[in-house]
Structures are given as C-alpha cells and as structure tokens.
C-alpha cells in the first residue's frame, strides 16, 4: 500500500479569491499484479497492500509459487509403496521400484514375475506378490524345473 500525492486546487474568496495548491497524499492500493508473475501455474490476485499467488501447480508452493514441495518427506502414507525408493523431483517425485518385486509410478503393482516363463520343461508358474512358485512335472524339480 501507498501514499500517492494527490494535487488539489483551492479557490478561496477570503483571500482575494486567489487559487491556492494544496497537496495532499491519500490512500491508494497498487495493484502489484501488474508487475509480479507468479511461476508454475500460479494466478495473481491483488490484495490489499499485497498480493498472492494462488492455484500453483501440484508439487509447488511459496508466494510466487517456486518453492518445490518435497513430497517424499511429507508426514502420512509413503509416496513410493512397497519400500520404493522416492526421489524428490522438482514439482514432483520418482519412485526406484528395483528389486521390491512391484512396478508402476508408485510402486503399486504387483509385478507378474510368471510373465517370463521362468518355469522349464512343462511346469506351472504361479504369481505371488514378489515371487512365483513353479510346479514341476514328475520328471524334475527345482525352482524352475531345471533339473530332471
């Protein structure tokens, strides 16, 4: 907020009817939305003396929307499930799902470890969260079937 000066011209009969200057300062808002951009999707609103920036971005906050949030280290349920490995990002995450038996954005699907056929000589594969189990025909035996 302001003080702007403000000229006003006085006639005044008493005096001789001579113009008198006064100047005065009053009150004005400037709208600081004409001079500030807010970043990542922010819109500006003019507020008395100030502005914000609202509606940022989802990952990003601070008065002009720049901040990044860290989500990995917000309070509640983890980002990455299943003990996947979050990395911040700038205005969001990445989940390393490696080795969690699980795949997806969050580490949130069961990856299907009977996809590559791993049983040999005619076993049935079944899934399992994280693994499989193979079930061999007579003949072998083994983890995959592999020995006969």
Not at 82 to 93: F, K, P
Not at 112 to 118: L, N
Request: charged letters at 20%.
């Amino acid at each position: 907020m302001a003080w702007q000066p403000l000229l006003v011209n006085v006639w005044s009969e008493e005096r001789g009817g001579g113009v008198k200057s006064l100047i005065l300062f009053a009150h004005k808002d400037v709208d600081e939305c004409q001079t500030i951009t807010c970043a990542n999707g922010g819109r500006c609103v003019n507020t008395d003396g100030s502005f914000e920036c609202k509606d940022c971005l989802e990952g990003w906050t601070g008065q002009l929307c720049n901040t990044n949030i860290d989500e990995c280290t917000l309070p509640g349920n983890p980002v990455c499930k299943n003990g996947g490995l979050c990395t911040d990002t700038e205005g969001g995450v990445s989940c390393n799902c490696t080795g969690t038996g699980y795949e997806g954005t969050r580490c949130d699907v069961d990856v299907d470890e009977c996809d590559g056929d791993p049983c040999l000589h005619g076993g049935l594969c079944s899934n399992s969260v994280g693994s499989y189990a193979c079930t061999c025909t007579d003949a072998f035996y083994g983890k995959n079937c592999e020995i006969g």
